[in-house]
């Protein structure tokens, strides 16, 4: 098992991204452990939220490249719409301690960290 640290979200897509490159076989597993109320809790909410934005405007068709022409951005995306994005919270998982102390237990850490579930899926496919 791999351990990489970073402050950055994106770095953790990178890493994610670069084990399948180097020819990652297995389910590759981030897990992103923040402070709750702390500044690292907003980078990673903003980030989702510009990763929503990106899937947003790329699923919906709406990307475009610089040879399209002048086009502003509020006109091929609309206000409403990227106020509904923006007001969406389920960009990623969270886990909350159980224990209502602040802190997560080695039993639940445990528990996230078992990776009994992915083991079978890859059985599955094989």
């Not at 850490?109 to 009994?116: C, D, F, I, M, T």
């Amino acid at each position: 098992m791999e351990a990489f640290v970073s402050k950055n979200p994106q770095c953790d897509l990178q890493a994610q991204d670069h084990c399948h490159r180097t020819g990652q076989m297995s389910p590759v597993l981030v897990l992103c452990l923040i402070t709750a109320a702390s500044t690292d809790e907003w980078t990673v909410e903003r980030a989702g939220t510009k990763r929503k934005l990106e899937r947003l405007i790329i699923r919906s068709g709406k990307f475009r490249d610089a040879s399209q022409g002048d086009r502003s951005f509020q006109r091929v995306v609309g206000e409403a719409e990227l106020l509904s994005l923006l007001k969406q919270h389920d960009h990623h998982k969270e886990h909350r301690a159980s224990k209502g102390h602040g802190h997560i237990t080695k039993e639940e850490l445990n528990q996230l960290l078992h990776r009994s579930d992915l083991t079978k899926k890859k059985r599955r496919r094989s």
